[in-house]
């Protein structure tokens, strides 16, 4: 509109912080509020004992991909027990399932975000259905459109102190991926995917809002 003032530019105050001078907590807030969205990894184990377990992690990501590796970091937590089930049940079996999370199912995922006794069947807890793999022992979560069978190559433990934390290595022996999502170019459709991300909190976002930028020549 001719002759509209815009806004004055807002001028930010730099804050700087020594995470040496705070509590683990509040570094743990600065961390999840700042690394924005992250992906979920949804993982799948099984105990020395045979109790399934699920578990949602989003400190995750890929590492290679000739080989296929991702990572994910269990963290150590407060308590009699700090290290997390799952990397308990990885460290035996050297194996894992990572289940990409979709919008539909969010609230099952969700439910097995919780602190249970190593006996808990997360998959039973939440209604979830597990269905074999072909390589691994654990199985995959079938409501998930795409499942990734692991090996571990290595796993860095980083700090045993509380909020502390592990790096999971591991390759990917299959890729389990529902057909009409994928191309001839195997792209994946992400309108079909419909993952959602971790926010700070108890904040998730959703995938659907998106734009194209084509990378330099």
């Known amino acids: ?19 040496a001078t705070l509590e683990p907590f509040d570094v743990y807030r600065l961390l999840v509020g ?26 995750f990501t890929a590492i290679s991909a000739n080989p296929p590796v991702v990572c994910f970091c269990p963290m150590i937590r407060g308590g009699e027990r700090p290290k997390k089930d799952t990397l308990v049940n990885i460290e035996a ?16 995922m969700n439910l097995c975000s919780g602190e249970y006794p190593p006996d808990v069947d997360e998959f039973k807890l939440s209604g979830l259905t597990p269905v074999a793999s072909e390589l691994v022992k654990p199985p995959r979560v079938k409501e998930s459109r795409v499942n990734m069978e692991c090996k571990v190559v290595e796993i860095v433990h980083v700090s045993p102190k509380f909020l502390g934390g592990s790096i999971v290595m591991g390759e990917v022996l299959r890729f389990h991926v529902n057909d009409p999502m994928l191309n001839s170019l195997h792209e994946i459709d992400p309108d079909q995917l419909c993952a959602i991300g971790r926010m700070g909190g108890p904040i998730y976002s959703r995938t659907r809002d998106r734009f194209e930028m084509q990378r330099p020549a």
């Open 1 to 19: 509109m001719p002759g509209a003032r815009r806004p004055a530019a807002i001028i930010a105050k730099t804050m700087i912080i020594d995470p």
């Open 34 to 59: 700042s690394i924005v969205p992250r992906p979920i990894a949804f993982v799948s184990t099984v105990s020395p004992v045979g109790v399934l377990n699920l578990a949602p992690f989003s400190f």
């Open 93 to 108: 079996s050297q194996e894992f399932v990572v289940n990409i999370v979709s919008e539909d199912f969010a609230e099952k």
